[in-house]
């Protein structure tokens, strides 16, 4: 059976309810359902096994190669399809597989201002500048929470120490991997 | 609650004279109605009158709105004004808010109500995700922050939350351009 042309249907973070039968309309409409559903499995089983390795292109060139030398493997045309798709997607997958991983809060969006406090009980703070920032925190797919916080210019000054502080342990750690 | 936003919109309806506006309404073709577009029509509506149509139109979908109707209690309110509108003003005002109704309605939740603090402290903590049962090699760094914020009572509380990467150096970034503003105003 001839590769598929097509891109297969986008998934949209594993929940898309796509049947089989709407696959095999769309792409191939002259085959018997049986042989549709062989084919489906074995590439959808590919397509795990590299997404799952998050394989770069030497690992993906290897496990290719050694697929179309298997007994009931696949075709050549049909491993450069793959190899295709995975160039083309590679970076969405594995970005959908970490969010799907990621079970706490996140920091959905962020957006501040800075005011001029005209008032206040104490004299010192009038005509001092304070950025207002609102953090929408929540878990991915639930509602959010959104934290309103004020920062006057030594709170900004702790905030960036601190994550400065971040930034250089980030910066270790990516250069030892 | 329910009977008295009728009550309430009839009465606001029957203040803003819909009965005058009802007699106009009949002119316009049913789609131009409820779209509210500006077009010209080859039909004699004059600018005063268009004007009081659609403040008329928008004064009854924000009142409904602000009052949570549903469908029925509004259809209802207009039913028992003194010059009823005319059938096919009532069916582009029901089609209308039920496309569009839930999505203006005045939501009482409270869960998007801001909480407002003073920031204290930031703790952190950097960790990498290396494999999960959905992928084997995730292989990504992130950082897990609580924030120490006091609220109005004085109140301490930690909001957590985890970053990746990208999404750290956009944090880190905003708080530089904060802190460059702030020293300019």
């Not at chain 1, 891109?7 to 042989?35: C, F, H, N, S, W």
């Not at chain 2, 005319?86 to 801001?114: C, F, L, T």
């Not at chain 2, 292989?139 to 301490?156: E, R």
Request: glycine fraction near 6%; aromatic fraction near 6%; proline fraction near 2%.
């Amino acid at each position: 059976m001839a590769a598929a042309e097509q891109q297969p249907p986008a998934v949209d973070g594993g929940k898309v309810d796509i049947t089989e039968e709407l696959l095999r309309g769309q792409l191939y409409p002259e085959a018997a359902p049986e042989e549709f559903r062989a084919l489906r499995a074995k590439m959808g089983g590919l397509l795990q096994s590299i997404a799952s390795a998050d394989m770069d292109l030497n690992q993906l060139e290897a496990f290719l190669t050694a697929q179309t030398k298997k007994q009931g493997g696949i075709t050549s045309d049909q491993a450069a399809v793959i190899a295709k798709f995975w160039k083309n997607h590679r970076v969405k997958i594995h970005e959908s597989l970490v969010n799907q991983s990621c079970w706490d809060n996140v920091l959905k969006n962020m957006n501040w201002r800075v005011d001029l406090k005209s008032q206040s009980r104490h004299v010192d703070q009038i005509n001092t500048p304070v950025a207002i920032v609102e953090m929408e925190l929540g878990k991915y797919g639930q509602e959010s929470e959104f934290l309103c916080l004020e920062f006057d210019e030594a709170k900004v000054s702790q905030m960036l120490k601190k994550l400065t502080e971040i930034e250089e342990s980030m910066t270790a750690l990516t250069q030892t991997t | 609650m329910a009977a008295g936003s009728v009550v309430l919109l009839t009465r606001a309806l029957e203040a803003l004279d819909v009965g005058g506006a009802a007699d106009k309404i009949n002119l316009i073709p049913q789609d131009f109605f409820a779209e509210l577009r500006l077009q010209t029509s080859g039909i004699e509506v004059n600018v005063g009158d268009l004007a009081k149509i659609t403040n008329t139109v928008s004064f009854l979908f924000s009142t409904a709105a602000r009052n949570n109707l549903s469908t029925e209690e509004l259809i209802t309110a207009l039913g028992s004004t003194v010059n009823t509108l005319p059938k096919h003003a009532i069916q582009v005002i029901r089609h209308v808010w039920n496309e569009q109704g839930k999505s203006v309605g005045v939501s009482e939740d409270k869960g998007n109500m801001s909480t407002v603090g003073q920031f204290v402290d930031i703790k952190w903590k950097l960790g990498v995700a290396m494999s999960s049962d959905t992928c084997r090699s995730l292989k990504y760094p992130y950082v897990t922050v609580a924030l120490k914020v006091a609220d109005s009572s004085g109140q301490i509380t930690n909001k957590c939350f985890e970053m990746t990467v990208p999404q750290f150096k956009n944090f880190f970034r905003q708080f530089k351009e904060m802190a460059a503003v702030l020293e300019t105003v």
